[in-house]
């Protein structure tokens, strides 16, 4: 082999190359990288080899296993070039069909290509995956191309020409002032300027200097520079060439973790390759310039990767930093003048010469400038590696490249830059990527790692996790990183285990300040942000901790039972009545739920049942029907259950509580109160007790009789409801003060109807849902839609209600418009089922622009096409119009429903009450308004929200009044307490999977016409049956320590 | 010859030296742990830390490291400073209550409540006087670090009796805490706060006195008159 000399040798070169192995030939590109090895990728790379050689294909088609593509998740992954055909996660047994298929025959195969999970459409071509078109590839560009065992494929593409420019034509002040032009910076995470420090380096006193390539990448989630190394290691190679030639260093180098074989090997290789065709080694390019590289495997110690420790372990020492002045590019390894970059800072430079600083300079924002590849790893459905222009949006990068969260869970926080980074939450999605930016908001870039966590995810729980981590990467050299980050991790790890105390959260804000000053490096600089920016963000999650310990994401697990129990807003303890009825004891299991809700009835018909997402058992099939089995004991009559009988106290409170609203947070107020001894009065204003619960949902949905029923039990415990009687009007809140009443419950709702804002509103027959649904329930005359055509317009459960009512009442038919997707639609799942099963016609992706009317009445909508657009900080695409898409629907009555307000204005004459902008009023968690006596809850105070929020809401409340009233905070509220039941349980019996059982349902067709209830309750056997379905995760606690006192761990 | 500001006092210091020289040279006291003359600087226990630099680009650094520099701006006494150093004091004490140093230090800086559990069990600081001691004076090298985190530790090589030690003692001289226990009474409090908030009496007589003695009693009797205090309370 020849050495290469010249740019001409290397323009020959590379022709032959390409002469010899481009000529027509298909190229299969597979990915051998790391995350594609453990999606078992060996397997499909035999495969191809054994048929390629059965077809006969061996020189027809060339075979590359190249490093990592990126697309981690979908892996192993396939693509054929020229084309560009993408195939994802390809098995063994599906080489056969790509090789009969698309090599000898052209056609695609279906089923291997890439599903757009936002259009739901498939994608043939690499390029137009919504993963790789919202990056900017350079750096990470070649790494599907070539294999990073042959240097010819490195040249192919136009490697080593960097080099030659700059060895043969550039002085080594023309290269720093280029990289110092191009605004390159440090991309291991700190950010310093490459150029300047080139310059110091070069700059320096004395003959022998060194570079470092620093490959010591231990983030937990981050891989970049291991997939660069494994897949493109030539092009780092190239880079410290013109970083050696530019700072005049003769000796190079690659401090690489061990925990790294495949990219040791690699990096191997290459160096190997590089000596062979004279890119390293005596009088490089005839430059008369000497430059030879070493690999050096680093122990993986995280706190290596600070160049002052990496250089001490270069040097055989305790890998631990020192103090800086003097810096490396001073006094580095061996004392010599010693210039450390990233792997990934050392593969821009070639790019940054090829094509200029200018070109560089041109891409990222002001002072971050050119991409930066990311690993989105975490609870994100695109995990894999991003290269990305600076300046971008995290909420691009999260929702339009990584393709949102898994399973249609919300998005919580992102942490950024490792242990080392910051938690930023969802407000904030905004905020640009550049090192700048991230530091603002309490992160930082590091060196790019970005771990999405979704709703799941209890933040007091991630930050002990990074300080756990950190105690034990510390060096511990210096006192305040050493015992700082132990005792930070000791006080989380507390709060954790509801062992919280008051002012732990102060105390930690001053340790992670003076640990973050007075540290000796960066480890400890900034091992404080995990616990300064989920402090910053989610202290309401740490307060919970300590006051209420509580751990709202049901991941400590001390601070909670069950995570059915912990979902519940109400905190109904599922299992245990579950259990009780899964043994026939269905007295018991009511009075457990009546024990913390008094409409299990209607919690049954309507909850959102927040409890069944977080259900254990739909990890081994389905949820427990948690909401079925709940109306089952609700529905005690009909199913043939004796009521319980609620224990009330022997004496009557002195006090005159009044509650302002029969809704079910009025109501609930009312019934705990009353157990707790008091006769509170209830004021509401329409002739109905219930609420929203009466007026708003249909007859179908939840009868009125047993809505009756739940209200007509709690009235027997005491409380006393006043029908029509609008507090404000007929009588007022000081008229009450004075009548004796010395505390206040205000739950009136939210009941004022959003307007649409648009042309026609005001015509005949446009009646909003809540109106039009009150009327009905009320038995008011309403617009009879027999025989008319409706229009409903809105994408809630009460658009769904509106629609479906008018169908029952004869409409010919009835359309939702809604102006985004299925997916983002806010009304339950099965509702919109139902409804379409019923016939209702849904239009998604439609917004309203004008009502038409004839002679006053309504005609027809004129609506537009919608597509979905830029995406918020919640996920969802905005709507945008498509241009000139307008159409027209005829109708006859138009329903809007998009909404409710709330108008507290008249409430409170005389009483100064402070509100929200929103019309909201402001409280504090306990339901304390600014007057002292007056509290509210509900929807009045959170905005719309569910039933069984409105429940909890007024139980909460009735405590505060309570405490209030009495003075005594110290009272215990017997509800409050946990209550095991004796059910019999085998923990030692493994589960056997069988499926939810569902409770029958009307057919569609006997639906129409009649406001009978569509669902049916469980019989008693199904209602066992089902109810044996749960794991009991309530006795988890109960029987690990129960064993652990059995046997006792020894540790030998 | 270098000038700098020095708490806004204008000096000027040789060439070579560091803050630390300075500071002392002009009478300013840092209080120190892991600093020894004659041994080379370790910047460990970070009580030395001063402020230097103005504005946003402030910033902590430990003197008996930074040398001082043409212009520099730094502030031994600054709010940051001394907030950061009482919570290190405060964490040394929950690490080693049992040392006379740390006990000492917690005094003079005013540390009024420990916060953190402490460890009654441990006696060493890892402040590393000990290592530097054997390996730069008495060129043995017997002893060194292991371990990262929270089980670093100083110890022989694996454990062993070291072949190289010549039991000169020389770490054991030097050791701010195994070897400086208090010699009087147990603290009932994780903070003495007995021997250098009082002055004995002998003291108060001749304030020019020198006393040599390990304890001359008088933290005994001053914890009985805290603890009858306590009682009546």
């Known amino acids: ?1052 | 010859m270098i000038e700098m500001s020095l708490d806004g006092i204008p000096v000027q210091v040789e060439e070579g030296s560091t803050i630390l020289d300075a500071a002392r040279f002009y009478g300013i006291e840092i209080p120190t742990l892991c600093h020894m003359d004659g041994l080379s600087s370790y910047g460990a226990c970070r009580l030395c830390v001063v402020e230097i630099g103005k504005g946003e680009n402030a910033k902590l650094v430990s003197s008996c490291t930074y040398p001082a520099e043409q212009g520099l701006l730094v502030r031994t006494n600054s709010k940051r400073v001394v907030t950061a150093r009482k919570i290190l004091v405060e964490l040394l004490v929950a690490m080693c209550p049992s040392s006379k140093t740390v006990q000492d230090l917690a005094s003079a800086m005013e540390v009024t409540q420990v916060r953190f559990k402490v460890d009654r069990t441990n006696d060493c600081i890892l402040c590393g006087l000990c290592v530097r001691m054997c390996e730069e004076q008495m060129m043995a090298k017997a002893i060194g670090f292991v371990n990262r985190g929270k089980n670093r530790k100083i110890t022989t090589p694996f454990d062993m009796k070291s072949e190289v030690c010549r039991t000169c003692g020389g770490c054991m001289y030097i050791c701010p805490a195994c070897e400086l226990r208090c010699q009087g009474p147990n603290a009932e409090t994780d903070l003495c706060n007995a021997c250098l908030n009082v002055q004995p009496v002998c003291l108060k007589e001749e304030d020019n006195k020198m006393c040599f003695l390990e304890t001359c009693g008088w933290c005994y009797e001053e914890l009985g008159r805290k603890k009858k205090k306590m009682e009546k309370k």
């Not at chain 1, 498939?122 to 042959?150: C, H, M, S, W």
């Not at chain 1, 849904?842 to 537009?864: N, R, Y």
């Not at chain 1, 809007?896 to 902008?917: C, K, Q, Y």
């Open chain 1, 1 to 1052: 082999m020849k050495k290469i000399q010249t740019a001409s040798d290397l323009k020959d070169v590379r022709e032959t190359i390409t002469k010899n192995t481009r000529n027509g030939k298909t190229i299969v590109t597979l990915c051998g990288g790391t995350g594609c090895h453990a999606s078992g990728c060996s397997t499909v790379i035999s495969a191809f080899k054994r048929e390629l050689k059965k077809q006969k294909l061996k020189d027809k088609v060339d075979l590359k296993v190249t490093g990592c593509h990126g697309f981690c998740e979908k892996g192993p992954i396939v693509v054929l070039h020229p084309k560009g055909i993408f195939y994802k996660q390809v098995k063994a047994k599906d080489v056969k069909e790509i090789v009969e298929q698309t090599l000898l025959k052209g056609k695609i195969v279906d089923r291997l290509l890439y599903n757009d999970p936002l259009t739901g459409k498939k994608i043939t071509l690499e390029k137009d995956v919504q993963f790789y078109k919202g990056q900017e590839r350079i750096v990470f560009a070649d790494n599907g191309l070539l294999d990073p065992y042959k240097i010819e494929d490195f040249i192919a593409i136009g490697g080593y020409t960097a080099a030659v420019k700059a060895l043969t034509t550039m002085s080594p002040e023309r290269i720093i002032d280029e990289i110092k032009k191009s605004g390159l910076r440090g991309r291991g995470g700190a950010g310093f300027p490459t150029g300047v420090k080139w310059e110091s380096c070069r700059n320096a006193k004395g003959s022998t200097k060194y570079i470092i390539c620093n490959a010591d990448e231990g983030d937990p989630g981050a891989y970049m520079d291991r997939s660069l190394i494994e897949g493109n290691p030539f092009s780092i190679l190239e880079g410290m060439l013109i970083g050696a030639f530019a700072i005049h260093a003769n000796e190079g180098i690659i401090y690489v973790r061990d925990e790294y074989p495949i990219a040791v090997q690699t990096m191997k290789n290459a160096i190997t390759l590089a000596r062979k065709w004279g890119f390293l080694g005596k009088n490089i390019l005839d430059s008369g310039f000497d430059f030879d590289l070493s690999i050096v495997r680093g122990a993986g110690a995280f706190v290596c990767g600070e160049e002052t420790a990496l250089i001490a372990s270069v040097e055989g020492k305790k890998g631990e930093p020192r103090q800086r002045p003097p810096f490396p590019t001073q006094k580095g390894l061996w004392g010599k003048p010693t210039n450390i970059n990233n792997v990934e800072t050392w593969a821009n430079v070639p790019y940054i010469i090829n094509k200029g600083s200018k070109w560089y300079s041109s891409i990222g924002t002001e002072k971050s400038k050119g991409t930066k590849i990311f690993s989105l790893v975490g609870k994100i459905n695109n995990t894999g590696l991003v290269e990305v222009p600076m300046g971008i949006t995290l909420k691009e990068m999260i929702y339009s490249i990584g393709g949102g969260i898994p399973e249609g869970k919300s998005f919580k926080a992102v942490q950024t830059g490792g242990p080392s980074g910051g938690c930023i939450p969802k407000e904030l999605l905004e905020t640009p990527i550049d090192y700048e930016k991230l530091k603002e908001v309490g992160s930082i870039m590091g060196s790019g790692g970005m771990v999405v966590m979704d709703e799941d995810t209890c933040m007091v729980d991630v930050a002990r996790y990074f300080l756990e981590f950190l105690q034990d990467e510390s060096c511990g050299k210096c006192l305040s990183c050493r015992e700082g980050t132990k005792r930070m991790a000791e006080i989380v790890t507390d709060i954790t285990k509801g062992q919280g105390k008051e002012g732990d959260i102060e105390l930690l804000q001053e340790l992670a300040t003076a640990v973050k000053d007075t540290s000796m490096c960066g480890l400890g600089q900034t091992a404080a942000n995990p616990v300064l920016s989920t402090i910053k963000f989610f202290s309401a999650e740490y307060e919970t901790h300590i006051m209420d310990r509580k751990c709202p994401a049901g991941v400590c697990r001390d601070l909670y039972i069950s995570p059915c129990q912990n979902a519940c807003p109400a905190g109904m303890n599922a299992p245990g009545y579950i259990s009780l009825i899964g043994e026939g004891r269905f007295t018991e299991a009511l009075e457990l739920a009546l024990d913390t809700n008094p409409f299990p009835s209607v919690c049954g018909r309507i909850c959102d049942h927040q409890c069944m997402f977080k259900c254990r058992r739909n990890q081994i099939d389905e949820p427990v029907a948690i909401r079925s089995l709940k109306r089952f004991i609700g529905d005690y009559e009909e199913n043939g259950i004796d009521y319980p009988k609620i224990k009330l106290p022997t004496f009557t409170m002195p006090f005159k509580v009044a509650i302002v609203g029969a809704g079910p947070a009025g109501l609930s107020c009312a019934y705990f109160l009353a157990r707790l001894g008091y006769k509170p009065t209830v004021f509401e204003k329409l002739p109905v007790a219930g609420g929203m619960m009466a007026v708003a949902i249909p007859e179908y949905r939840l009868p009125k009789a047993i809505l009756q029923r739940e209200i007509d039990n709690i009235k027997k415990l005491g409380v006393n409801i006043k029908l029509n009687t609008q507090v404000g009007e007929d009588i007022t809140i000081s008229q009450l003060w004075s009548q004796g009443y010395q505390a206040f419950f205000v739950a009136v709702g939210m009941y004022g109807d959003r307007n649409l804002g648009i042309p026609g509103e005001n015509l005949e027959n446009v009646i909003q849902a809540v109106d039009l649904l009150s009327d009905i329930n009320l038995d008011k005359p309403v617009v009879s839609p027999a025989g008319k055509k409706v229009v409903v317009i809105g994408g809630g459960n009460s658009a769904v209600d509106a629609a479906r009512t008018m169908l029952r009442m004869g409409a010919s038919s009835v359309a939702i418009i809604y102006r985004r997707t299925r997916r983002e639609m806010p009304a339950y799942v099965e509702e919109i089922e139902a409804a379409e099963h019923e016939g209702v016609q849904i239009k998604f992706l439609t917004a309203p622009e004008k009502i038409f009317g004839e002679k006053g009445k309504v005609k027809s909508i004129e609506c537009i096409k919608m597509r979905p657009g830029e995406f918020d900080t919640e996920g969802r695409q905005k709507p945008v119009p498509v241009k000139d898409s307008n159409f027209f629907i005829d109708a006859d009555i138009v329903v809007p429903a998009i909404g409710e307000f709330s108008d507290v204005s008249g409430l409170f004459t005389g009483l100064d009450v402070e509100t929200n902008r929103d019309g909201t009023i402001k409280t504090d968690k306990h339901g304390r308004t600014s007057i002292p006596g007056l509290f509210s809850g509900g929807d009045v105070v959170s905005g719309p929200a569910t039933v069984i929020n409105a429940i909890a809401s007024g139980e909460r409340t009735a405590v505060t009044i309570d405490q209030y009233l009495t003075k005594d905070r110290t009272r215990k509220y017997p509800w409050r307490e946990h209550k095991k039941v004796d059910t019999f349980f085998d923990p030692e019996a493994e589960p056997v999977s069988y499926r939810m059982q569902k409770p029958k349902t009307l057919l569609p067709k006997d639906r129409r016409g009649c406001f009978d209830e569509v669902e049916l309750s469980f019989t008693q056997a199904l209602a066992k049956k089902e109810a044996k379905r749960c794991l009991r995760c309530d006795l988890e606690l109960e029987l690990q320590e129960k064993l652990q006192k059995e046997k006792p761990l020894e540790v030998t």
